[in-house]
C-alpha cells in the first residue's frame, strides 16, 4: 500500500497512580525525524520505541508525546519534610521574640522547596524508579497508538493514489494529443525554413543551395519533438507501476516528476504551433499538480 507523511493517533489508559495519552502525528519531511516529548522518569522508554518506529516508518517528520495525569487532578506535590524543617525554624524564632505571632501556613508554603510544582496534566507520580506494570502499559499504549498511526497515513495514501491515478492519466492523454499536433512539425518547419531560404537566395544567388537545403533540414529535425514524447511515454508507464506496486516510492515518484517537467520543457522550447505549445503548458501544469501531490507520499 502506499502511505501518506501525514497523519494523527492517539491511545491511553490508566494506571492506580493516574493516566496517560500517547499523540502521534506526522507531516511531511525529506527522512525520518523523531521528536520525543517524555516526562520525567520515562526517558528511558525512547531507545526501544525508536527502533520500533523506525522499522514502520520510512519518512515524515514525527512529533511523540507523551502526557501522565495524576488522579489527584491539579493539587501540587508539598515536600512535606521540607515544610516541617521551615516551620521548627519558625518556630525557634517566634519563641525569642515576645508577642511574636505564630508561623502563617500560606508564607511557609511560598518558600522555596516547599511545592513540589506538579502542574495540572503534568504528573510526577512516575519519576524514577517507574514501576514495570506501568513502563509495560505505556509501552503497549505507544505500540497502539503507532498502528494507528499507520493506519492513518496508508488509509490518506490510498487517497493520494487514486489521485495520482488521475493525474497520470491526465498527462497520458496529453502526450497522445501531443503526438497529434507533433506528426506535422518538421515538415510544417522545413517548409517554413524554405521559404525563407528562397526568398536569402534571390537576394543571394550566389549561395549553395544543396548545402542550404542540408542545413534546413537538420534544423527540421532538431524541432521533431517526439524523442520527448516517447521519453515521457516511458515515464509514465513506469509511475503507473510504481502506483501499482506501492511501498515507499515517494522519493522515486519524486524524480519521475522532475523528469515529466524536463520533457515539458522540451516540447515548449520546440514547438512551432500554437497548439502544440498550449499542450506543453497543459502538461507543466498537471505535472507541477503531480509534484504537489507526490511531496506528501512515504
Known amino acids: 500500500m502506499l502511505s501518506s507523511m501525514t497523519g494523527f493517533a492517539r491511545s491511553e489508559g490508566t494506571?492506580?497512580?493516574?493516566?496517560?495519552?500517547?499523540?502521534?502525528?506526522s507531516v511531511n519531511a525529506r527522512g525520518l525525524e523523531l521528536r520525543w516529548r517524555l516526562p520525567p522518569g520515562l526517558e528511558g522508554l525512547e531507545p526501544a520505541l525508536r527502533e520500533t518506529v523506525s522499522a514502520q516508518l520510512r519518512r515524515g517528520s514525527v512529533q511523540l508525546t507523551l502526557s501522565v495525569r495524576s488522579e489527584a487532578g491539579s493539587l501540587p506535590a508539598i515536600n512535606e519534610a521540607a515544610l516541617e524543617q521551615a516551620l521548627q525554624v519558625?518556630?525557634?524564632?517566634?519563641?525569642?521574640?515576645?508577642?511574636?505571632?505564630?508561623?502563617?501556613?500560606?508564607?511557609?508554603?511560598?518558600?522555596?522547596?516547599?511545592?513540589?510544582?506538579?502542574?495540572?496534566?503534568?504528573?510526577?507520580?512516575?519519576?524514577?524508579?517507574?514501576?514495570?506494570?506501568?513502563?509495560?502499559?505505556?509501552?503497549?499504549?505507544?505500540g497502539l497508538a503507532l498502528e494507528r498511526l499507520v493506519a492513518a497515513r496508508q488509509a490518506e495514501g490510498a487517497r493520494l493514489k487514486e489521485v495520482l491515478r488521475g493525474l497520470v492519466r491526465q498527462l497520458d492523454e496529453l502526450r497522445l494529443a501531443a503526438e497529434e499536433a507533433a506528426a506535422a512539425q518538421p515538415a510544417l518547419h522545413r517548409d517554413r525554413l524554405m521559404a525563407s531560404v528562397a526568398t536569402l537566395l534571390a537576394a543571394q544567388p550566389a549561395?549553395?543551395?544543396?548545402?542550404?537545403?542540408?542545413?534546413?533540414?537538420?534544423?527540421?529535425?532538431?524541432?521533431?519533438?517526439?524523442?520527448e514524447l516517447d521519453?515521457?511515454?516511458?515515464?509514465?508507464?513506469?509511475?503507473?507501476?510504481?502506483?501499482?506496486?506501492?511501498?515507499?516510492?515517494?522519493?522515486?515518484?519524486?524524480?519521475?516528476?522532475?523528469?515529466?517537467?524536463?520533457?515539458?520543457?522540451?516540447?515548449?522550447s520546440k514547438s512551432s504551433t500554437r497548439d502544440l505549445t498550449a499542450l506543453g503548458l497543459q502538461l507543466k501544469a498537471v505535472v507541477e499538480q503531480v509534484r504537489e501531490q507526490v511531496q506528501n507520499l512515504e
Request: aromatic residues 6%; contains cysteine; proline residues 7%.
Open 207 to 227: 549561395l549553395p543551395a544543396e548545402r542550404i537545403a542540408q542545413e534546413v533540414a537538420l534544423l527540421a529535425s532538431r524541432s521533431d519533438v517526439r524523442e
Open 90 to 142: 519558625a518556630l525557634r524564632f517566634a519563641a525569642r521574640i515576645p508577642g511574636a505571632a505564630a508561623p502563617r501556613i500560606e508564607l511557609l508554603l511560598a518558600l522555596p522547596g516547599i511545592m513540589g510544582g506538579a502542574k495540572s496534566g503534568e504528573a510526577s507520580e512516575f519519576a524514577s524508579p517507574v514501576p514495570g506494570p506501568v513502563m509495560d502499559a505505556v509501552r503497549a499504549g505507544f
Open 231 to 268: 521519453r515521457l511515454k516511458s515515464h509514465i508507464q513506469a509511475a503507473t507501476q510504481l502506483l501499482d506496486g506501492g511501498g515507499p516510492v515517494g522519493r522515486q515518484l519524486d524524480f519521475l516528476v522532475q523528469e515529466f517537467l524536463r520533457e515539458a520543457n522540451t516540447i515548449c
Open 15 to 25: 494506571q492506580p497512580d493516574g493516566t496517560w495519552v500517547w499523540e502521534v502525528r
